[in-house]
């Protein structure tokens, strides 16, 4: 019932070239192919008294030439475009539990730990605010917070002959991550976002031959208002994209 592992593994991402708008042929030049030596451990076990699965694993990435958008200011007009921004290293660990206590109830936990970021760099890049410049050495990667965890909880149950129901809870947590790379502190205050959970209900009524299924849901339940994008437009303008809202509505799946 328990399986270990271990794995190496090496890939690449070719390389290319800008495609929008330049005002200088050096804003053309090709970046480089990026390239990723990965080591992962791990394991996976099943513990049938308990009516428990628990897996885990950790794992070392070195990446080489990471490609990365970068503000592009030698001209009188900036640009963002892809360069490579230097060499990085990633590591971390996942842990994975699912319990079903009964036949009709289950549980499912996943946290995380990742710490990741650019090692070593000559490639330069300026502010959000395109007023200084400086390299990517030491920054952390976007939207990869260093913990996040989630609890997804669901109970279901026969109700007539033909019909099952089921209600799901579920709630996801997001540690404090950069929406870019930071490159100078004064960026701190406008690019990380803080940590935040959203929580989410949906109740479901099928059929067990499972040709139809109703649904009834909310998101987002406590209105929980978070950034997920935050950009320079080069004109001197910074926009942002929030997150979605709490939605709610009904979902009808049919099988023919």
């Not at 990965?38 to 996976?44: H, N, R, S």
């Amino acid at each position: 019932n328990a399986l270990v592992y271990a794995s190496r593994s090496r890939a690449f991402k070719s390389g290319g070239f800008f495609g929008g708008f330049a005002t200088s042929a050096a804003q053309l030049d090709p970046y480089n192919e990026e390239t990723i030596t990965a080591f992962e451990v791990g394991f996976k076990t099943d513990w049938p008294e308990q009516n428990i699965r628990l897996n885990g694993s950790a794992y070392y990435y070195d990446r080489n030439g990471v490609q990365a958008n970068g503000i592009d200011t030698t001209e009188l007009v900036p640009i963002s475009r892809l360069i490579n921004a230097g060499n990085a290293e990633s590591y971390g660990a996942e842990l994975d539990m699912v319990w079903t206590p009964t036949e009709n109830l289950i549980f499912r936990v996943n946290t995380a730990y990742v710490h990741s970021k650019i090692t070593e760099s000559n490639a330069v890049t300026a502010d959000i605010f395109s007023a200084t410049t400086s390299t990517f050495t030491g920054t952390r990667f976007p939207n990869q917070p260093e913990f996040s965890s989630s609890l997804i909880t669901r109970y279901e149950m026969d109700i007539a002959n033909d019909l099952n129901a089921g209600i799901q809870l579920e709630i996801t947590y997001k540690g404090d991550h950069d929406l870019r790379m930071i490159v100078i502190p004064q960026e701190s205050a406008l690019l990380r976002e803080n940590g935040y959970a959203l929580v989410n209900l949906r109740a479901d009524l099928g059929n067990l031959d499972e040709n139809w299924k109703i649904s009834a849901f909310v998101t987002n339940i406590f209105k929980k208002e978070y950034r997920s994008v935050i950009a320079n437009d080069t004109l001197g303008g910074i926009y942002e994209t929030y997150g979605e809202p709490r939605n709610w509505g009904i979902k009808l799946n049919y099988k023919f």
